[in-house]
């Protein structure tokens, strides 16, 4: 499973591109359910089709394609796709060998995003002639074959092996796709014996890894072969002629040599390491970003998972970042291996707004550096403007831990001017009205969501009046989605807590699911002197 399974009306151009490619392709049998002609004939008379739309004379191809229209290029990668129902899913899968499946709902914008790629992904696989079958089910409209091959969100891709599913762990570009099925039906590698072998490769890839060996036997070229089939994302390719790799690869010296290749500036790392599988994995994970990756829908999972945790976000917007861009960069290329840096398009909110409520910024539209260690889960802010030298000042002090984790918080509010019975404490404020008052202090820890806030703070409101001549007693209250502080770790609202006087390390958990009966027994049991307490009644 990819995602989870709820509706959102976000990019609605995309979804209605997607509802017309749907619209475009062959849905065997939906009209008539109860139908049970042989869908295998039906795609087979449809990959003739497309065969003999090939095979066209050259004039009458070159007149047709002046009329071939992007809809038209689609709809053709979309009839390569097999559309499973109630009634072929099972005999299509049982009687193939290997069946790529993208379980799909029309609603979902994660599927519209993705069904281009996996169409065009599909025609490749075709013209390299893999085994692969393609296909896909709206597992909305049959819900039932959806559970029985355990789609459970929108989309899923599932790899099915004689009938026996594999969960898939590649990426969601076309060529991601292609190789990731490639990789899982018997083709880890990619041979290139020729200079013209290299050219065409060089225009259909634009990340690769080139091996370059003597003969292609020994334990560092098994070492090689496994990493190649161990890893999912990046194509891999081999060679044993050195004039041959150098088309691929122009700094190769000599055989038994390892590189990774990316169509960015930082364009060629070369392996310096012993040829296992783990390192040469290790490699990779390190390496195979660009020097700034553009946080998207369909990248966000590998971003996430990349083992250099330490990762700085620049949000800004689209206009503003091609002038940051190429001084980023050059900062990037400081820190490679020790700091991934991620932009992210500030006006789109999807991406960027859950970011930046993190910080307390959502409402923000100008650039912004932030930072996480994923080690740590602690974020960080750049509070100073964006320029280069900030930045890169910034990730040194990351890296050397001279940076002060950053904790949300709202304006300090004027509870005085406000008259407040109840204080209102934020982030900023926290340590001096709770932590470092002198006094007893009853704090109410809520959210503006929580449903049974509302009826707590009443309770605390009351119990404030009850208390109002208990000089050494204090009632406040922190709004915990907009305020942080180390030292405030709170799980589950609303939430109470007395921070007794002499004892604030120690805070005493109240129920809030007492009455304020109960509730003012506790306290003056707690806050008052034992010669002083008194049978409270409200």
Request: charged share 25%; aromatic share 10%; proline share 4%.
């Amino acid at each position: 499973m990819l995602f989870s399974k709820n509706p959102t009306s976000r990019f609605l151009l995309l979804t209605l591109t997607f509802v017309l490619l749907l619209s475009f392709s062959i849905n065997i049998n939906a009209s008539d359910p109860t139908n049970s002609e042989d869908d295998s004939d039906d795609l087979e008379q449809l990959l003739a089709l497309d065969e003999q739309e090939d095979q066209l004379p050259e004039d009458q191809d070159q007149e047709s394609s002046s009329r071939f229209s992007e809809a038209e290029v689609l709809s053709k990668a979309q009839r390569i796709v097999l559309e499973l129902n109630s009634d072929n899913s099972k005999r299509v899968i049982d009687e193939n060998e290997f069946v790529l499946l993208l379980g799909y709902a029309p609603w979902c914008v994660r599927s519209a995003e993705l069904m281009p790629q996996f169409a065009e992904a599909a025609t490749s696989l075709k013209e390299l002639g893999s085994p692969v079958l393609m296909a896909k089910l709206d597992a909305e409209r049959y819900p039932k074959v959806a559970s029985l091959l355990d789609i459970k969100g929108f989309p899923t891709l599932l790899l099915f092996v004689n009938g026996t599913s594999l969960a898939y762990t590649g990426g969601f570009s076309a060529e991601e796709i292609v190789i990731w099925a490639r990789k899982k039906t018997g083709v880890p590698v990619i041979r290139i014996n020729t200079v013209t072998e290299a050219e065409d490769f060089l225009k259909k890839h634009h990340m690769f890894v080139i091996g370059l060996f003597e003969k292609f036997e020994g334990s560092d070229y098994k070492a090689f072969i496994k990493a190649a089939m161990s890893d999912n994302e990046i194509q891999f390719a081999e060679a044993s002629n050195i004039e041959v790799a150098k088309l691929l690869y122009p700094d190769i010296k000599a055989t038994n040599f390892l590189g990774i290749v990316k169509s960015e500036p930082e364009r060629y790392t070369a392996y310096d390491g012993t040829f296992e599988m783990e390192n040469i994995l290790q490699f990779l994970d390190y390496n195979k970003f660009a020097l700034v990756t553009r946080l998207t829908e369909l990248n966000s999972v590998k971003v996430y998972s990349s083992p250099v945790k330490l990762q700085v976000y620049v949000f800004a917007k689209a206009d503003d970042f091609k002038t940051l861009l190429e001084p980023l960069q050059d900062v990037a290329r400081k820190f490679i291996t020790k700091v991934m840096f991620i932009y992210i398009d500030i006006v789109d909110e999807n991406l960027a707004k859950p970011f930046l409520t993190l910080f307390g910024l959502e409402e923000s539209k100008n650039t912004l550096v932030t930072a996480f260690d994923n080690k740590g889960s602690s974020k960080y802010l750049l509070q100073s403007d964006p320029t280069p030298s900030n930045i890169e000042e910034f990730c040194s002090g990351l890296l050397h831990g001279s940076i002060s984790t950053y904790f949300k918080s709202q304006p300090i509010p004027d509870n005085v001017r406000n008259n407040a019975s109840v204080l209102a404490v934020v982030g900023k404020t926290f340590d001096d009205l709770v932590l470092n008052s002198p006094k007893n202090v009853l704090l109410e820890v809520y959210t503006p969501w929580c449903i049974n806030c509302e009826t707590t703070s009443k309770q605390v409101e009351k119990l404030a009046k009850h208390f109002k001549g208990l000089n050494s007693l204090i009632f406040a209250k922190i709004d915990a989605s907009a305020n942080e502080h180390p030292k405030l770790q709170v799980d589950d609202y609303p939430s109470l807590f007395l921070y007794k006087a002499g004892d604030k390390d120690n805070p005493i958990k109240l129920s809030t699911k007492s009455g304020s009966k109960e509730l003012a027994a506790f306290i003056n049991k707690q806050v008052r002197p034992k010669d002083q307490a008194a049978k409270d009644e409200l």
